[in-house]
């Protein structure tokens, strides 16, 4: 879909406006320009609110100063300090992702798009951001904000858009001067967009809706991932019984923590 260029116009009017009078410019991600600091951000953003992030975030630099020190650091520290901000499968990628870059480019974050979505965790997506943020490259890329906000304005009535129209208008919209502040608006608008109008990313041809979490697998991945941190001694027949679940639905969960690297 190529749209007019007064359409164009008038949304990044409209996204710039309410950036300037209503951005969130004080967000600490926003005011370093550390690789490191960056791809931690964008980690840890990932299918979690930004409130949320603000109260792990310091804490979890603090503790990894930089790709180094995270790579050095013992998974079981990695994942402990990221308890409670959940997808705890991320702090396993993130310390993956260290250790590479370690390794591979003498902690130095690669600039290429390549380089990128060859190491551990990283897809097009994350490359993608972390190229505009770290080194404010016009590169172009989706998230949930970004995909709210272009189909709010450019797909109103619109049903089943796919990933590729959405990524049209994205190009279409993207300067080639200060990306990353184009980025920092254009995410802020849509994330203003899901407190003001129903969920436009209904309207993607690939929207599930999201499932509940109390009571889900997800949940007690999360609760038994505590108590094995905390209580590392603890058995399966103990850890069931203190949970009250099913022998068979702990041990199962268990086991898929060990093989995603979570638990050993």
């Known amino acids: 879909m190529r749209s007019n260029l007064k359409s164009l116009e008038k949304f990044r009017t409209r996204v710039w406006n309410h950036y300037r009078h209503k951005g969130r410019h004080s967000l600490p991600w926003r005011k370093t320009r550390d690789p490191y600091a960056i791809v931690v951000s964008e980690i840890m953003l990932q299918q979690t609110q930004v409130a949320r992030v603000l109260s792990f975030y310091p804490k979890f630099l603090a503790k990894f100063p930089s790709f180094g ?3 050095k650091a013992p998974r079981r520290e990695v994942v402990k300090q990221w308890q409670g901000l959940g997808y705890n499968r991320r702090a396993v990628a993130l310390h993956r992702l260290a250790d590479e870059i370690s390794r591979k480019y003498k902690r130095k974050l690669p ?10 965790g990283i897809g097009p997506a994350t490359a993608g951001s972390i190229l505009a943020f770290a080194f ?10 970004i995909r709210r906000a272009i189909l709010h304005h450019f797909f109103p009535r619109a049903r089943k858009v796919s990933e590729k129209e959405v990524m049209e208008l994205v190009v279409q919209t993207l300067p080639k001067k200060n990306p990353r502040e184009w980025y920092y608006a254009l995410m802020d608008y849509g994330s203003m967009l899901s407190t003001r109008v129903k969920n436009p990313n209904r309207r993607h041809a690939a929207y599930r809706p999201q499932p509940k979490f109390k009571g889900s697998s997800r949940e007690l991945r999360g609760t038994i991932l505590r108590e094995r941190l905390s209580h590392p001694r603890l058995s399966l027949r103990m850890l069931s019984k203190k949970l009250n679940e099913k022998y068979s639905r702990v041990s199962k969960i268990v086991a898929a923590l060990e093989r995603e690297g979570l638990l050993t």
Do not use: D, K
């Open 69 to 71: 020190a995270l790579a």
């Open 111 to 120: 600039h290429t798009r390549e380089e990128l979505e060859e190491i551990s």
């Open 136 to 145: 404010n490259a016009p590169v172009p890329f989706i998230e949930t904000n």
